[in-house]
């Protein structure tokens, strides 16, 4: 299975900051990582998906680049709402695999 | 706009089988594009995929390896709906269980709402 390196795994940062979230892959997934947000109690919901698309009513101070095995996932302008656990997955190959999640706390 | 209702019990004795349902409104369980996932998240957080029912002129199914002697996943074209079933559960399977839609291009664009499914006697 594809391994997924998630870092950092907990940040803590004030609203109108800018924080970088990384994954890395054990194996080149091409453009196939997207990304989630999840919110206590609630089911992750797409934010980006092929490396840098942003999903329909994100907003754009969500941003998403890489290649081959290392990606980010860039919030500028941080908001109170931001606040919560992000999590990259790649759906290259199965099993499709998850990081092991990002805690942001603003 | 498509909507994914979970249901299913939320207490499951340990050796017996787990079974959760999926209802599907907005979007076709037979859609050639889409194809219909479970998903778990253990109460460390993990995000784990199980597997997927999809129809492309013929159903196809996909489990996962870590799952796949004790899994099935069905669907009903009838009622708009796909199933879990987790065969001979453990402890070890007390997690959120999530059934989510992927189409061509979108990786898990809609979830259902979860289910905590606890196994204990």
């Not at chain 1, 795994?9 to 800018?18: F, I, K, P, Q, T």
């Not at chain 1, 990304?35 to 490396?51: D, F, N, T």
């Not at chain 2, 597997?51 to 196809?60: A, E, H, L, P, Q």
């Amino acid at each position: 299975a594809i391994q997924m390196t998630q870092s950092p795994s907990s940040l803590s940062a004030s609203v109108g900051d800018r924080v970088t979230i990384s994954c890395r892959t054990s194996q080149d997934i091409r453009d196939d990582l997207g990304w989630y947000q999840q919110k206590p109690g609630r089911a992750p919901e797409l934010l980006i998906y092929s490396v840098s698309n942003l999903e329909s009513g994100v907003p754009s101070r969500f941003s998403g680049s890489g290649f081959d095995t290392f990606f980010t996932l860039t919030i500028t302008s941080l908001q109170p709402e931001d606040s919560a656990t992000y999590y990259c997955l790649q759906d290259r190959r199965q099993p499709f695999t998850f990081g092991q999640g990002t805690k942001l706390e603003i | 706009h498509v909507q994914l209702q979970q249901s299913g019990p939320g207490l499951v004795k340990p050796s017996q089988t787990l079974s959760l349902t999926c209802a599907i409104s907005g979007d076709s369980v037979s859609n050639n594009s889409a194809a219909w996932n479970w998903i778990r998240q253990s109460p460390s957080g993990g995000l784990e995929w199980l597997g997927r029912t999809y129809y492309r002129s013929k159903w196809s199914y996909e489990y996962a390896l870590s799952v796949k002697s004790r899994i099935i996943i069905n669907q009903d074209t009838s009622k708009n709906q796909f199933s879990l079933q987790l065969n001979s559960v453990t402890p070890e399977d007390t997690a959120v269980y999530y059934c989510a839609r992927d189409t061509t291009g979108w990786p898990f664009d809609r979830w259902g709402q979860g289910t905590l499914v606890t196994v204990s006697s």
